[in-house]
T-cell receptor, first 108, second 114 residues
Framework: KNEVEQSPQNLTAQEGEFITINCSYS?????LHWLQQHPGGGIVSLFM???GKKKHGRLIATINIQEKHSSLHITASHPRDSAVYIC??????????FGEGTQLTVNP | DAGITQSPRYKITETGRQVTLMCHQT?????MFWYRQDLGHGLRLIYY???????DKGEVPDGYVVSRSKTENFPLTLESATRSQTSVYFC?????????????FGPGTRLTVT
């Protein structure tokens, strides 16, 4: 079992839908990152959080440390949101451990 | 240009050849990382560096060598390439090793070993 599990692996939505991507982890962590990988391959950081909730535009990230779970929400989804979303945790090994990613496709 | 760059972006090499992937950052970040990305796996850390002349192994270091003589450069060398090293390689940099510091990723190098 991977230390970081994401669900679903693939997600297809219609433009305007509310989207949730989940991340569960099995180790103690000090921080959790959400990243976006564009179709061209580039990776950008969306959020870093250690507790609670963060919001940036239409994106919201939450974390529940006790339940070892995080969610990434996208409100009013748009085709330009189509990408791979990656969860990564910063554990005791002083490095990021990454999930396999969730492929999101938003159709117009 | 400011940022983090990788070269080459695409490389095809033969089994047994030595190949070096270059990574350059202009922010003077202390920490630099090399990851590989393969289907069925998340990004996996190969090596990282905390400063010039300080490097350490990550999760999958076998078959790779790194050096960091200057803060801004962190080359990754495959001494004798194998087909299992076919992958997309990402370099990243960060101000700190602390978990709440952002890692900035390069555009990636797609390496094919034939």
């Amino acid at each position: 079992k991977n230390e970081v599990e994401q669900s679903p692996q693939n997600l297809t939505a219609q433009e305007g839908e509310f989207i949730t991507i989940n991340c569960s982890y099995s180790v103690g962590i000090s921080a959790l990152h959400w990243l976006q990988q564009h179709p061209g391959g580039g990776i950008v950081s969306l959020f870093m959080l250690s507790s609670g909730k963060k919001k940036h535009g239409r994106l919201i990230a939450t974390i529940n440390i006790q339940e070892k779970h995080s969610s990434l929400h996208i409100t009013a989804s748009h085709p330009r949101d189509s990408a791979v979303y990656i969860c990564a945790v910063w554990g005791s090994g002083s490095r990021l451990t990454f999930g396999e990613g969730t492929q999101l496709t938003v159709n117009p | 240009d400011a940022g983090i760059t990788q070269s080459p972006r695409y490389k095809i090499t033969e089994t047994g050849r030595q190949v070096t992937l270059m990574c350059h950052q202009t922010w003077s970040h202390s920490y630099m990382f090399w990851y590989r990305q393969d289907l069925g796996h998340g990004l996996r850390l190969i090596y990282y560096s905390a400063a010039a002349d300080i490097t350490d192994k990550g999760e999958v270091p076998d078959g790779y060598v790194v050096s960091r003589s200057k803060t801004e450069n962190f080359p990754l060398t495959l001494e004798s390439a194998t087909r299992s090293q076919t992958s997309v390689y990402f370099c990243a940099s960060s101000e700190s090793i602390h978990g709440l510091y952002e890692q900035y990723f390069g555009p990636g190098t797609r390496l094919t070993v034939t």
